[in-house]
Each structure stands twice: as structure tokens, then as C-alpha cells.
């Protein structure tokens, strides 16, 4: 099976500075990953995801950096907003058990 | 429209009842899940149908019997619930089977059960 842990359960971060979220997984057979969002009371949703042929992806103010070799991923927000605060979770995909592996998220808190 | 919506958003119920939630997609998926969501929101899959047909079952207790009557619907019934049950439950779709190359999962708002 799959092991995704995140480095951080927690995170806060001023206005205005720049998040880093992290996880690590341990299936290097893995080519799929997705970071998801989720706010109170919701379910989760797609922010950015990467393929293993790539090592940086930008989204609007999301950048996901893949690093292989040490089979991890990270997740940056520039300019964090409060509208950023929620639990984020890296998911990675796994081809043979045809299903997403879920890490244990970090909550994130932007303070104004 | 919401593309994945479940029903119902809460459920509060005694132990030893019997209760179901339900879900469908209106994205034209072929494949659905189900995941449970514990209180310290981890995410864990307990099964997945792909075109109505299960694929995942996750060392889930036979008191959960999830069905799909056709793609777009899985709903999930749970018999005899027990304090342990109570959880955030979140429905979810993909174009196909994860693994082969079809996308990311979308999920429901989530089912919130509480079992006293």
C-alpha cells in the first residue's frame, strides 16, 4: 500500500507571506498527485495536481514541486490570503490498488 | 449545479438503528466512491464501484453495504451503527479508475453522521 504523511499538521502564516505545505509518500512506482483543500464544513477540492514526468506545476498562486528522488511534494501559496485558511492534503495515486491515497492534511491558518 | 451531491448533509441517529446515505454524480463519471473522514480528518477509502461493478472494499465491517443501481448513484447503507461509525462521510467521482489516467476525484459536501 501507500504511506503519504504531511511534515506539519498545523501552519500559520501571516497575510500576505508565503506558505509551504509538504508531504512525503513512499511509493516511488506512484506518477499521479493531487493537493485538495478543504474548508469547514465542506468536502475537499481540487487545487493543483502533477504528473511524475514533471517537477514544478504553477497554478494561480499554487506551485507544486515534485521531488522524486526523496519521493516528495510541496505545495506553495504565494501571497497567502485568509481566504487560504483550511486543511490541505496531498493525494497520491496508486496504479495497482486503483486508488488515491490520502495524506493526514495540514491546517492551515492565515492570520490577518 | 453541484456536480457530486449527497444526502443527507447531517444524520444523527441512536445506536443499533439502521440509516443510509445517498449520492449522485452529474458529471457522467464512471466510477464512485465512498470515504470516511474521522475526527482528525484523516481521509480513508472504504469502496470504490467503477460502471456499477465494486472494485474496492476496504476492511470495511459488512454492517456498510454500499450500491450502485447505475453509474451516476452509490449510496451507502450501514447497519446496527455503533458509536465508532460516527464520522464525516464523503462521496466521490472520477472519469474512470484511479490509475488510469483519468483525473482527479470530486467530491460531495460530505454526510455528517452522529451515532449517540
Known amino acids: 500500500g501507500e504511506s503519504v504523511g504531511l511534515h506539519l499538521p498545523t501552519l500559520s502564516v501571516q497575510e500576505g507571506d508565503n506558505s509551504i505545505i509538504n508531504c512525503a509518500y513512499s511509493?516511488?512506482?506512484?506518477?499521479?498527485f493531487i493537493w485538495y483543500k478543504q474548508e469547514s464544513g465542506k468536502g475537499p477540492q481540487f487545487i493543483i495536481d502533477?504528473?511524475?514526468?514533471?517537477d514544478k506545476r504553477q497554478g494561480q498562486r499554487v506551485t507544486v514541486l515534485l521531488n522524486k528522488t526523496v519521493k516528495h511534494l510541496s505545495l506553495q501559496i504565494a501571497a497567502t490570503q485568509p481566504g487560504d485558511s483550511a486543511v490541505y492534503f496531498c493525494?497520491?495515486?496508486?496504479?495497482?490498488?486503483?486508488?488515491?491515497?490520502f495524506g493526514t492534511g495540514t491546517s492551515l491558518t492565515v492570520i490577518p | 449545479d453541484t456536480a457530486v451531491s449527497q444526502t443527507p448533509k447531517y444524520l444523527v441517529t441512536q445506536m443499533g438503528n439502521d440509516k443510509s446515505i445517498k449520492c449522485e454524480q452529474n458529471?457522467?463519471?464512471?466510477?464512485m466512491y465512498w470515504y470516511k473522514q474521522d475526527s482528525k480528518k484523516f481521509l480513508k477509502i472504504m469502496f470504490s464501484?467503477?460502471?456499477?461493478?465494486?472494485?474496492i472494499n476496504e476492511t470495511v465491517p459488512n454492517r456498510f453495504s454500499p450500491k450502485s443501481p447505475d453509474k451516476a448513484h452509490l449510496n451507502l447503507h450501514i447497519n446496527s451503527l455503533e458509536l465508532g461509525d460516527s464520522a464525516v462521510y464523503f462521496c466521490?467521482?472520477?472519469?474512470?479508475?484511479?490509475?488510469?489516467?483519468?483525473?482527479?476525484?470530486?467530491f460531495g459536501e460530505g454526510s455528517r453522521l452522529t451515532v449517540l
Open positions: 466521490a467521482s472520477s472519469r474512470g479508475l484511479a490509475g488510469a489516467n483519468t483525473g482527479e476525484l470530486f
Open positions: 511509493n516511488s512506482a506512484s506518477d499521479y
Open positions: 502533477i504528473r511524475s514526468n514533471m
Open positions: 493525494a497520491v495515486e496508486d496504479r495497482t490498488g486503483n486508488q488515491f491515497y
Open positions: 458529471l457522467g463519471h464512471d466510477t
Open positions: 464501484y467503477n460502471n456499477k461493478e465494486l472494485i
